[in-house]
Nanobody, 122 residues
Framework: QVRLQESGGGTAQAGESLTLACTAS????????AGWFRQVPGKEREFVAA????????VYADSAKGRFTISRDNTRNTVYLQMNSLKHEDTAVYFC???????????????WGHGTQVTVSS
C-alpha cells in the first residue's frame, strides 16, 4: 500500500518562497496522477494544483496560477509544489494525494498524505 509523506512546510514572510515535496513509499506512483490541496480550520479542503503521471499536464486553482508550480521526479517517486510570492492567505495545511487523473475533484484521489503546515506572515 502506498504512503505519501509531505515535507518542506514551515514559516515564511509574505513574498518569499517555499517548496513542498511529497514522497511516496510502498509503491511507485509514476503511473499515477498527483495533486496538492490545502485546508484551513473550519473550511473545506481546497484544490491547489495537479499533475498527470508523465508531468505533461498540469492544472492549477486560480489562486495558484502564476505563483505556484507543480512538478514531479518519477525517478525519486516525488511530487513538488514550488510556491513563490507567498501571501498570508496561503497559510494552510497542505496535503498531497495520488489518483488516476489530474483533477480538481477531491473525491478522485484515493491516497492522501497527512499534511504539512505552511504559515505565511504578513
Amino acid at each position: 500500500q502506498v504512503r505519501l509523506q509531505e515535507s518542506g512546510g514551515g514559516t515564511a514572510q509574505a513574498g518569499e518562497s517555499l517548496t513542498l515535496a511529497c514522497t511516496a513509499s510502498g509503491r511507485n506512483i509514476r503511473a499515477e496522477s498527483a495533486g496538492w490541496f490545502r485546508q484551513v480550520p473550519g473550511k473545506e479542503r481546497e484544490f491547489v494544483a495537479a499533475i498527470n503521471y508523465g508531468g505533461g499536464i498540469t492544472v492549477y486553482a486560480d489562486s495558484a496560477k502564476g505563483r505556484f508550480t507543480i512538478s514531479r521526479d518519477n525517478t525519486r517517486n516525488t511530487v513538488y509544489l514550488q510556491m513563490n510570492s507567498l501571501k498570508h492567505e496561503d497559510t494552510a495545511v497542505y496535503f498531497c494525494a495520488s489518483g488516476r487523473a489530474a483533477t480538481r475533484e477531491r473525491e478522485r484521489y484515493d491516497t492522501w498524505g497527512h499534511g504539512t503546515q505552511v504559515t505565511v506572515s504578513s
